[in-house]
């Protein structure tokens, strides 16, 4: 490659670094604070503080949830069609047994039964039949669970606005989470730990707590928190119809908005196209009665449908404070967790000592690479100047890589790094053993530059290759704080590649091999 095209490609990286390194030019760019440029390392937990979770999904309540839904529909099915059958009960966590009158005869096998018994055997007694859900189907359900309540969970630390969160996959039914520079962590835990099932039913207005039928009516409570205790003070019953005629899986978006009467918080939901004609049918059906709204099994609010609500537009108001409000409305733009969630350890990295190991470690790497360069001063005079510019050239450049991708520095991390200088210097020290082995045998020193290069070449990228293929396959495998030091050290080998072989080999060039006469070389 001609030395002055080498010349322009070192210049182009190197302003494209610096320009990820100094914020303070993007900032002066867009007329912006410097600490608010988006282009810049984020810190990892370890390094700015934060929390970290270990969930476990309660996955057998997924299953139960199946033949709950199940068993309501076949109920509404039997309902529909006179079939005459005693009850339909849950019996175990994947069994349903249906009662039957004596001398009643029903074919589930046919239609319209069959499509919702598709996954499910069947036991056939006189009057009894037992469903009971295949395996495969079960772990089916519980895999989903897992992976939709990862998808949920991101979705809402995503609105929250965590920088880089860590969320993954840990086992059968465990859910890794790190949060780094958290600070609210009780809202954190509440917005992760909201089932969010958001129901509509219509309210039995002339049934009452104590006289209803169980066959087709539920009670449901409406509570009043006290505001500084949070302790229940007040309990209002509503009798409502068994079957929700709306759930919240139409919800398309949803907003905080302020009543203009008393300038109190409530929640405004907008339905999809499928929602907005739901909700329409029913406040046209159902005019004068009341339809109440639930949340994870409690009552909200039970207004009356004065007329027919084509917009798609309803509208959740309650004791609700700012606070409560927005993260009741964050939860349903995110959806509902498939399964309920328990936290089964919780730590609090405090940001003092993610600031220590960010001391320590840019410390290290200020004692390490000042005794580098002093080393390489010594021992190589002139061309050892030529390595601790083409090291300070990697660091730059393995900065402006991370910065440029919004990658996320952690200790180990930071460790990789500090690996990393110790392999661009190997490098450089590869070449230059070369170049005076070469010295040696000739007195040519414009040979021996030119095949200390040629020599090394191989060598340099059979140990950085081979490094490489063991970083990419931690990148691949490892998890965490592993996976983060195989990202620096992938970057930090093709950056040390990069250096030693193209800026050290143009110093030399523009140095040395551009002289017309060569008679010695420092090293």
Do not use: W
Not at 30 to 49: A, I, T, W, Y
Not at 50 to 70: F, H, K, N, S, W
Not at 127 to 145: F, G
């Amino acid at each position: 490659m001609d030395v002055r095209i080498k010349g322009l490609l070192i210049l182009v990286v190197l302003a494209v670094c610096l320009y990820y390194n100094f914020p303070t030019y993007q900032a002066y760019k867009s007329g912006g604070n410097p600490q608010e440029v988006s282009n810049k390392v984020n810190l990892g937990l370890d390094l700015q503080g934060g929390m970290y979770l270990d969930i476990e999904v309660i996955v057998e309540d997924a299953v139960t949830a199946v033949l709950q839904r199940t068993a309501q529909e076949l109920e509404d099915l039997f309902i529909d069609n006179q079939v005459d059958y005693l009850s339909v009960e849950i019996t175990s966590t994947t069994k349903l047994a249906i009662d039957f009158a004596a001398g009643e005869k029903i074919d589930l096998d046919a239609d319209p039964y069959e499509r919702f018994l598709v996954q499910f055997d069947q036991e056939k007694t006189d009057n009894q039949i037992i469903l009971t859900l295949e395996a495969a189907e079960v772990e089916r359900i519980k895999k989903n669970s897992i992976e939709q309540a990862v998808e949920v969970i991101r979705n809402r630390i995503d609105q929250f606005g965590v920088t880089e969160p860590t969320i993954q996959k840990r086992g059968e039914n465990s859910i890794l989470i790190q949060l780094p520079g958290l600070t609210d962590r009780e809202r954190a835990i509440d917005l992760i730990g909201i089932t969010a099932v958001l129901q509509f039913y219509l309210v039995e207005d002339y049934a009452t707590e104590n006289n209803y039928n169980s066959q087709t009516s539920i009670v449901k409570y409406e509570e009043e928190v006290d505001a500084v205790t949070k302790k229940v003070i007040k309990r209002t019953p509503y009798v409502l119809g068994k079957k929700p005629v709306l759930t919240g899986e139409f919800i398309r978006d949803a907003q905080v908005r302020f009543d203009q009467n008393d300038n109190q918080p409530y929640v405004s939901l907008s339905f999809d196209s499928i929602g907005a004609d739901h909700f329409a049918k029913i406040t046209q059906k159902n005019r004068g009665r009341r339809l109440a709204i639930v949340l994870d099994g409690k009552v909200q609010s039970a207004p009356v449908i004065r007329e027919a609500i084509t917009g798609g537009e309803a509208s959740i108001s309650g004791s609700f404070t700012l606070e409560e409000a927005s993260n009741l409305a964050l939860v349903l733009r995110s959806g509902a967790l498939p399964a309920p969630i328990k936290i089964r350890e919780e730590r609090t990295v405090g940001a003092s000592l993610g600031e220590d190991s960010v001391k320590q470690g840019l410390m290290s790497l200020v004692i390490g690479g000042v005794v580098v360069l002093i080393f390489m001063i010594v021992y190589y005079q002139v061309s050892g100047v030529f390595a601790n510019v083409a090291l300070l050239f990697n660091v730059v450049l393995v900065i402006g890589v991370l910065a440029g991708f919004d990658a996320t520095l952690t200790l180990p991390g930071m460790a990789g790094m500090v690996l990393t200088l110790g392999m661009a210097v190997d490098a450089n020290v590869l070449i230059f053993e070369r170049i005076r082995e070469e010295l040696k045998r000739s007195e040519h020193p414009r040979a021996a530059i030119k095949e200390g290069f040629s020599k090394a070449f191989l060598t340099i990228v059979d140990a950085n290759i081979t490094t490489l293929f063991g970083a990419l396959a931690l990148l691949q495998f490892g998890r965490g704080p592993i996976k983060g030091f195989a990202v620096t050290l992938s970057i930090g080998i093709l950056a040390s590649m990069f250096t030693a072989i193209v800026v050290t080999r143009f110093l030399f060039e523009v140095v040395y091999l551009n002289r017309k006469q060569l008679k010695s070389i420092s090293i």
